[in-house]
C-alpha cells in the first residue's frame, strides 16, 4: 500500500497553462505539506496544512493555490505557469502535533517550456 | 523562522572511509532533528533522528550527534559503501499553529568510490 501517493508523476506542459497536482495520504496524519525541489536539490517548502487548515504559507506567488478537501489531501493548483516553475514537487505528511518523521511522496517532475 | 546552514555541499570519500556532514540552526526552539537520504530520482526518506534531550545516537554504521548550545549536528557515516552514495538532508523542527514544521538544510552530495 502506498502511503503517500501522488499524480501525476511527469507533467510537460506550456508556458501560461493551469495545472493541478494530487497528493493523498493513507497513514492517517493530520498534517500535509508541499515541498519544491529545484535543480540544485534545495528542498523548500510552500505549504503546510493541519487538519484542513493552512498553517504555513512561505514566499510563494499566488499563482499557486492549495487546496485541502480532507486533511487525507492536499492538491497544488498552479496557475499562469512560468519557465521558473519547473522543478519536483514532493507532497509530504506527518503526525503533526508530535514532532517527527515525513513521509514523502514519490515526487511530481514539472517541465514548463 | 529557522535557518539551517548545511556543510559540504559535497563530500567525495573512498569506500571503506567514514564520511560526516555538518548543520546549524538558527532557532533554540527548534527540539527535532531529523537527516534524511535522497537517492537518485527517488523520495527522500528518514534514515536517523535525534531530539533536543539527547546529544547522541546511533544506528549501525550511522550516527547521529547534537549540541543545543552551539546550535548544530552532524551526521556520521563509517565503513562507507558504494550504495551510501546519495544526496543528505538535515533539518530542524519547530512547532507552530500546533504542528511541527520541519526546515531543511541544502543537501550533502555523498559520492562514495569504490
Known amino acids: 500500500d502506498t502511503a503517500v501517493s501522488q499524480t501525476p508523476k511527469y507533467l510537460v506542459t506550456q508556458m501560461g497553462n493551469d495545472k493541478s497536482i494530487k497528493c493523498e495520504q493513507n497513514l492517517g496524519h493530520d498534517t500535509m505539506y508541499w515541498y519544491k525541489q529545484d535543480s540544485k536539490k534545495f528542498l523548500k517548502i510552500m505549504f503546510s496544512y493541519n487538519n484542513k487548515e493552512l498553517i504555513i504559507n512561505e514566499t510563494v506567488p499566488n499563482r499557486f493555490s492549495p487546496k485541502s478537501p480532507d486533511k487525507a489531501h492536499l492538491n497544488l493548483h498552479i496557475n499562469s505557469l512560468e519557465l521558473g516553475d519547473s522543478a519536483v514537487y514532493f507532497c509530504a505528511s506527518s503526525q503533526g502535533t508530535i514532532a517527527g518523521e515525513l513521509f514523502f511522496g514519490e515526487g511530481s517532475r514539472l517541465t514548463v517550456l | 523562522g529557522e535557518n539551517v546552514e548545511q556543510h559540504p555541499s559535497t563530500l567525495s570519500v573512498q569506500e571503506g572511509d567514514s564520511a560526516v556532514i555538518k548543520c546549524t540552526y538558527s532557532?533554540?526552539?527548534?527540539?527535532?532533528f531529523p537527516w534524511y537520504k535522497q537517492e537518485l530520482g527517488k523520495r527522500p526518506q528518514l534514515i536517523i533522528d535525534i531530539r533536543s534531550n539527547v546529544g547522541e545516537k546511533k544506528d549501525q554504521r550511522i550516527a547521529v550527534t547534537l549540541n543545543k548550545t552551539a546550535k548544530h549536528f552532524s551526521l556520521h557515516i563509517t565503513e562507507t559503501q558504494p550504495e551510501d552514495s546519495a544526496v543528505y538532508f538535515c533539518?530542524?523542527?519547530?512547532?507552530?499553529?500546533?504542528?511541527?514544521?520541519?526546515?531543511f538544510g541544502r543537501g550533502t552530495s555523498l559520492i562514495v568510490h569504490p
Open positions: 532557532d533554540s526552539a527548534s527540539n527535532y
Open positions: 533539518a530542524a523542527s519547530y512547532g507552530t499553529g500546533g504542528s511541527y514544521i520541519p526546515t
